[in-house]
């Protein structure tokens, strides 16, 4: 099975940068997806890493370290419609297994 | 314009009714899922599809059934046994099993009193 972890909430400021950490243990590892959650409404896919390193997306960028079990999601010059919950989620072979999600507040 | 619908939105249910919650895609794709979310939680999967009249079952799949006679279409029975079906329920696909991107339709929320 999968343990996944990532912090409940964080506060930031518009136009500040945000990292959002996950750590994972797993039985098979084909990938790590970040998705956004605004309330109410379903996750909407944010990116995919399935080697080591950076992957930058505009204003979010995302890392991955296999060896670590790591990865986090960067958000750059925050905006108030990042306001939304971010949810880690490692792939095995057959399925994803979700974090519980960071819920991310930005303030004026 | 492709993507995944659920119906209905909202759904009121008395204890000990089972009830069915819909899913359709037209995006082609050959897996579909199903997952719980209740407050303040992350996803929980309940069922998922590789392929029509195959179907596997996910974490929480005790109370659950389902069902996949057609590609599009992959339904969802919330049965009475379920000791706590009051849930947000999000129905998925992707083109491929875990490594491709996931779709999410616009979610159920069920109540049941």
């Known amino acids: 099975g999968q343990n996944i972890d990532q912090p409940t909430e964080m506060t930031a400021t518009e136009g500040a940068i945000v990292q959002i950490n996950c750590t994972y243990q797993t039985s098979g590892f084909n990938g790590l997806f970040w998705y956004q959650q605004h309330a109410g409404e379903a996750p909407t896919f944010l990116s995919y890493n399935v080697l080591d390193g950076l992957e930058e997306k505009g204003r979010f960028s995302s890392f991955l370290s296999r060896s670590k079990g790591y990865s986090y999601l960067l958000l750059k010059e925050l905006q108030m419609k990042d306001s939304a919950s971010y949810l880690c989620?490692?792939?095995?072979?057959?399925?994803?297994?979700f974090g519980a999600g960071t819920t991310v507040t930005v303030r004026a | 314009d492709g993507g995944i619908t659920q119906s209905p939105k909202y759904l009121f249910r008395k204890e000990g009714q089972n009830v069915t919650l819909s899913c359709e895609q037209n995006l082609n794709h050959d897996a579909m899922y199903w997952y719980r979310q209740d407050p303040g939680q992350g996803l929980r999967l309940i069922y998922y599809?590789?392929?029509?009249?195959?179907?596997q079952k996910g974490d929480i799949a005790e109370g659950y059934s389902v069902s996949r006679e057609k590609k599009e279409s992959f339904p969802l029975t919330v049965t009475s046994a379920q000791k706590n079906p009051t849930a947000f329920y999000l129905c998925?696909?992707?083109?491929?099993?875990?490594?491709?991107?996931?779709?999410f339709g616009p979610g159920t929320r069920l109540t049941v009193t």
């Open positions: 599809s590789q392929i029509v009249n195959d179907f």
């Open positions: 998925a696909s992707s083109i491929r099993l875990a490594s491709d991107e996931q779709y």
């Open positions: 989620a490692v792939a095995d072979w057959q399925k994803l297994s």
